[in-house]
């Protein structure tokens, strides 16, 4: 049994200096010569550190003063296709001058989506707008670094040629706009 051990412990003891010397090759190896031998360009094996233990990530960035506002505004009834519709919602705090938008999160509803419907977020008279045609509720950064104190609107339509069919009836609509204050 003792010999079987010995022998056991030898067989992978070779194994891994093989792996040790296949892994030096592949890792220092740039070339094969004519003869067909790996050439190893250092003589020493390569040290493989193993992975850190226990690390933890680095803190976040120190950020500056925030605020936020949220606006809530009643979306309009679809009745017909091709026409534009427009939820506004006002700002009823006052945003610090110089404030910029780091997040914008909204949520719209409808009795239900037409075939059809289309929606997008603008900001500040569609100067940038946003898709949410596929998401009735999320967040983005696509607005980041714009003013905070410039009001949003919600832009929807039905695209089609053929009736509307039953009107869509218009829920209550919100956005909530997280902002960086100045300095």
């Not at 003891?13 to 004519?34: E, F, H, K």
């Given at each position: 049994?003792?010999?079987?051990?010995?022998?056991?412990?030898?067989?992978?003891?070779?194994a891994?200096?093989?792996?040790?010397?296949?892994?030096?090759?592949v890792?220092?190896?740039?070339?094969?010569?004519?003869?067909?031998?790996?050439?190893i360009?250092?003589?020493?094996?390569?040290?493989?550190?193993?992975?850190?233990?226990?690390?933890?990530?680095?803190?976040?960035?120190?950020?500056?003063?925030?605020?936020?506002?949220?606006?809530?505004?009643?979306?309009?009834?679809?009745?017909?296709?091709?026409?534009?519709?427009?939820?506004?919602?006002?700002?009823?705090?006052?945003?610090?001058?110089?404030?910029?938008?780091?997040?914008v999160?909204?949520r719209?509803?409808?009795?239900?989506?037409p075939?059809?419907?289309?929606?997008?977020?603008?900001?500040?008279?569609?100067?940038?707008?946003?898709?949410?045609?596929?998401?009735?509720?999320?967040?983005?950064?696509?607005?980041?670094?714009?003013d905070?104190?410039?009001?949003?609107?919600?832009h929807?339509?039905?695209?089609?040629g053929?009736?509307?069919?039953?009107?869509?009836?218009?829920?209550?609509?919100?956005?909530?706009v997280?902002?960086?204050?100045?300095?």
């Amino acid at each position: 049994m003792a010999l079987l051990r010995t022998a056991l412990v030898a067989t992978l003891g070779l194994a891994l200096a093989g792996t040790v010397v296949a892994q030096t090759r592949v890792d220092r190896t740039l070339s094969v010569p004519a003869t067909g031998a790996p050439a190893i360009v250092a003589p020493h094996a390569a040290v493989i550190a193993p992975p850190p233990q226990n690390t933890l990530p680095p803190p976040p960035a120190p950020r500056g003063p925030s605020g936020s506002y949220a606006a809530d505004a009643m979306g309009a009834t679809i009745l017909a296709k091709n026409a534009d519709y427009e939820t506004t919602f006002s700002i009823s705090t006052p945003v610090p001058p110089g404030a910029t938008i780091s997040n914008v999160s909204w949520r719209y509803g409808l009795s239900e989506k037409p075939v059809g419907f289309e929606a997008v977020l603008c900001w500040n008279n569609r100067q940038r707008c946003w898709n949410v045609t596929n998401n009735a509720s999320g967040s983005t950064g696509a607005f980041n670094g714009k003013d905070a104190a410039q009001p949003f609107t919600l832009h929807y339509r039905v695209k089609g040629g053929s009736q509307l069919g039953p009107p869509a009836r218009g829920e209550m609509n919100q956005v909530i706009v997280t902002y960086q204050l100045p300095g």
